[in-house]
């Protein structure tokens, strides 16, 4: 089959992947940082308590592992199906707020453990059971919706925000997260599910698992976690993902501070969006056709420049949108590595477990990265500090990854 037929013979499974993904965790981590300054303005939180949003990463480190699990035994379709009902409860538990941070924090945390119900964790495996030669092109595919929703969602929630309220702009991302879920639910093909280890770019049924193919979950766990590829994969993330929360929910809240007006800060955020496209592209068909070790690395490396940049003191408009360009092209690669690198190196039978455990580290280093980011705001009352922090360990991150197998042909892990 050739590398555009097979997308063409997936067509629906790519569908129900980019829209399902397309329209969780991936765009909220766009439509959050719009929020921030209006509620950080309404109710009088410090911009130091509320960094600490991201510690809500934490709680969802105890979910993924299961959800990641129970995807490989019971299929994308179940697992999905739960989430799409579960995510718009929780805006609509943002939009009733009264201004409680606890409340607040409880709400995020919701969001984000029913949201990765619905995340790539759960839909790319559509794409790790049906595609084999253009696996990067598809997960290119499917990363880049979120960051094309939110070119044009971003500027569409702030102006909502500005002339009806926060709360109305809530309530209509309920009802985007609803329809588009049951949609993407719609589309996964009934011939797609879990628990088997089919040929490259075949189907496989969608039924519970056969209990032969399947190894006790301790047996697996310990695979994955004596695998030196499993740790390389999970340092180097963790050294580069320091930086997630200052691109979720303190985007807005660190362009501001660069001395622009909050709609400045969102047209921003389109360009940060394009970067996203585009590196994801460009990620996604070099994973195809060259070394996944050197495409990673160069992948990965861009924001060390774009977060220095954005530390310093060159705070024109040109300069903040280049630096935001340079995030937006490693963010839109993260994406497409974390789950291409799990395809390639571990076998389908685990593959969801494997990539519950890969997540975590995103999930981990973002509250480690939200702690670091409230301290030096509650001292200096500036992002400099962190954003050169972030920078270095960007570099040493990305050289990690030069140390994964670079033979296409070794043996899947599993």
């Not at 949201?115 to 839909?123: E, H, I, K, Q």
């Not at 500005?162 to 997260?177: D, I, P, S, V």
């Not at 050197?294 to 530390?311: A, K, N, Q």
Request: proline share 5%; with cysteine; aromatic share 10%.
């Amino acid at each position: 089959m050739s590398y555009l037929g097979e997308l063409r013979q997936n067509i629906r499974p790519l569908a129900a992947a980019s829209l399902g993904s397309g329209t969780s965790l991936p765009l909220f981590a766009y439509t959050n940082s719009v929020f921030a300054p209006h509620l950080v303005a309404q109710f009088g939180w410090s911009r130091s308590q509320f960094a600490l949003v991201g510690l809500t990463m934490l709680t969802t480190l105890f979910v993924l592992p299961f959800i990641g699990r129970f995807t490989d035994r019971i299929g994308v379709r179940r697992i999905a199906l739960l989430g799409t009902i579960l995510v718009p409860l929780c805006f609509v538990g943002y939009a009733v707020q009264d201004g409680r941070f606890g409340f607040f924090l409880v709400v995020s945390t919701l969001t984000l453990a029913t949201g990765s119900l619905t995340s790539p964790l759960v839909y790319t495996r559509l794409i790790a059971e049906n595609f084999a030669r253009a696996t990067g092109l598809a997960l290119t595919i499917v990363n880049c919706v979120p960051a094309l929703l939110a070119m044009v969602l971003v500027p569409l929630v702030n102006w909502s925000i500005e002339h009806h309220g926060w709360r109305t702009a809530y309530l209509g991302l309920a009802a985007l997260t609803l329809l588009a879920g049951l949609a993407a639910v719609w589309l996964i093909p009934r011939d797609t599910g879990a628990g088997h280890e089919a040929a490259p770019g075949a189907n496989v049924p969608d039924m519970p698992a056969v209990v032969e193919l399947h190894k006790p979950a301790k047996e697996d766990y310990r695979t994955i976690l004596t695998s030196p590829v499993f740790w390389v994969i999970f340092i180097g993330m963790f050294l580069c993902l320091l930086q997630t929360p200052l691109h979720a929910s303190q985007m807005n809240l660190m362009l501001v501070d660069n001395q622009v007006s909050t709609q400045t800060a969102a047209n921003i955020v389109t360009i940060y969006a394009f970067g996203t496209v585009v590196g994801r592209i460009a990620c996604g068909l070099a994973l195809d056709r060259f070394a996944t070790p050197i495409v990673t690395t160069l992948s990965m490396v861009l924001p060390s420049l774009g977060f220095f940049l954005l530390g310093t003191d060159l705070n024109t408009v040109g300069v903040i949108s280049f630096a935001m360009f340079l995030v937006g092209l490693s963010i839109g690669a993260e994406s497409d590595l974390i789950s291409y690198l799990v395809a390639r190196y571990f076998k389908l039978r685990i593959y969801n477990t494997t990539l519950g455990l890969v997540y975590c580290v995103s999930f981990l280093a973002s509250a480690i990265g939200a702690v670091g980011i409230s301290r030096t705001l509650a001292m200096g009352d500036s992002f400099s500090p962190y954003l050169y922090f972030v920078s270095g360990t960007i570099a040493i991150g990305s050289l990690l990854f030069l140390l994964l197998p670079w033979s296409r042909e070794r043996a899947r892990i599993g």
